[in-house]
């Protein structure tokens, strides 16, 4: 490697995110008074992605969305090194590359998250994006303060809330999902469907079970043409088809890498120093003994304080344990789910689809795996405990009879 040499040693991490200013932010509340460095790719100071598909899309004027300005990040006496990516890990110099600049750790967390998914053979078409970016976020805003004919590709949640954003503003939005029920891995297949009917009572067009076959127009995007031959109209297309961790940049480093960076309960890598969290990490969840990959502002934030202090301090390492937690806002309703997806059994054990208000649980074998709520805020974290808990499914339903009677005295 060459270049410039950082030759004093510390903690660095990589990836502005989420985790990444948590991972810096813990290693300071525990009283690390070394050298911090803080890699990112963007030119952006750390900021929140989940408002980016909300509120930033909806509200009049779009919310600041940095975590810390400037001034309160210098409290942290972090290096900020950003506007360019790590390009490779050198795990026996305990080096990151980052252009011609050398930093060295003792200790690294790696938190660098995950890129969108995007269409092959688009890149030359105008009103064609991803959502991932705050930069992304900029011009699909100014696309729909224009009033533009939405067209999302991918019925997940991020594509799910540009659409709700386009019909707020009065536009024209269409979803479409090659598979026939949206949302079958987030939340399965029933509640798939009593979802899509949200969006359908909100006049946003479905077309599922469909794929996509191309794209039309020269330099700029006109429509989305079907396998079926059918072209929707189109000035802004959003692409919503799932993300890829960001791994390419380890290639030569040594670590595992497989959907992610591999990791045990204590989110190490397997490589002295090495830790990672957040979207890029692939690790032991020991509250339902499962290897998992979390893209959820909460799971990152955890974990990226988690792999710092253990980081920091591998004699005391301990297991980040979590029950799944994510939220999505569609016109005026909050979508919420806790724990796993899938299962043996859904049940909604208060309110109804129609009424536009529940609570379904999800079994697997006898545990209470899983809850799925449709604007009952005050009803998800309870769930939420009982999952930890491990409820078996008897005391679950008898928890939500419990809360079912007490709401109606």
């Not at 890498?257 to 990490?281: H, K, P, R, S, Y």
């Not at 032991?284 to 990226?304: K, L």
Request: charged share 25%.
């Amino acid at each position: 490697m060459t270049g410039a040499t950082e030759t004093q040693r510390g903690l660095v991490v990589v990836g502005a995110s989420l985790a990444g200013l948590r991972a810096v932010e813990s290693a300071r509340r525990t009283g690390f008074t070394g050298p911090v460095t803080l890699v990112g790719s963007e030119p952006h100071l750390p900021y929140d992605r989940p408002p980016l598909s909300k509120a930033y899309l909806d509200e009049a004027e779009p919310p600041a969305v940095v975590y810390r300005e400037e001034d309160k990040l210098a409290e942290l006496e972090v290096d900020l090194v950003l506007g360019e990516p790590a390009s490779a890990l050198d795990p026996q110099r305990r080096a990151v590359l980052v252009g011609d600049r050398e930093i060295l750790f003792d200790s690294v967390v790696l938190a660098t998250g995950a890129r969108a998914r995007s269409l092959p053979d688009t890149g030359h078409l105008a009103g064609v994006h991803t959502l991932r970016t705050l930069d992304d976020a900029r011009e699909i805003r100014a696309a729909l303060d224009a009033g533009a004919r939405t067209v999302v590709i991918g019925a997940g949640f991020i594509g799910s809330e540009v659409a709700s954003a386009a019909r707020k503003r009065g536009l024209s939005a269409t979803i479409v999902e090659a598979q026939p029920t949206p949302l079958v891995r987030s939340i399965g297949t029933v509640m798939g469907d009593a979802l899509t009917d949200l969006h359908r009572a909100h006049g946003t067009e479905m077309r599922c079970g469909t794929a996509v076959d191309g794209l039309e127009g020269t330099d700029r995007v006109t429509g989305v043409r079907l396998v079926d031959g059918t072209v929707i109209p189109a000035d802004l297309v959003v692409v919503g088809i799932g993300a890829v961790p960001e791994t390419d940049w380890l290639e030569s480093s040594g670590i595992t890498v497989d959907n992610g960076i591999v990791c045990d309960e204590t989110l190490w890598t397997g490589v002295a120093g090495v830790f990672a969290a957040g979207d890029v990490a692939r690790w032991r969840n020991p509250q339902f003994d499962a290897v998992m990959r979390i893209e959820h502002w909460t799971c990152a934030a955890e974990q990226g304080g988690r792999a710092a202090r253990n980081a920091l301090d591998t004699s005391a390492a301990k297991p980040y344990s979590t029950v799944p937690y994510f939220w999505s806002d569609w016109y005026d309703s909050r979508i919420q789910f806790v724990g796993i997806p899938g299962g043996d059994d859904v049940e909604v054990v208060s309110g109804a689809v129609e009424q536009g208000q529940f609570v379904a649980l999800y079994r697997t074998a006898d545990r209470l795996t899983g809850a799925l709520t449709l604007d009952r805020q005050s009803d998800v974290m309870k769930y939420r405990t009982q999952i930890a808990k491990r409820a078996t499914w008897s005391e679950a339903l008898e928890f939500a009879r419990t809360r079912e009677s007490a709401r109606a005295s």
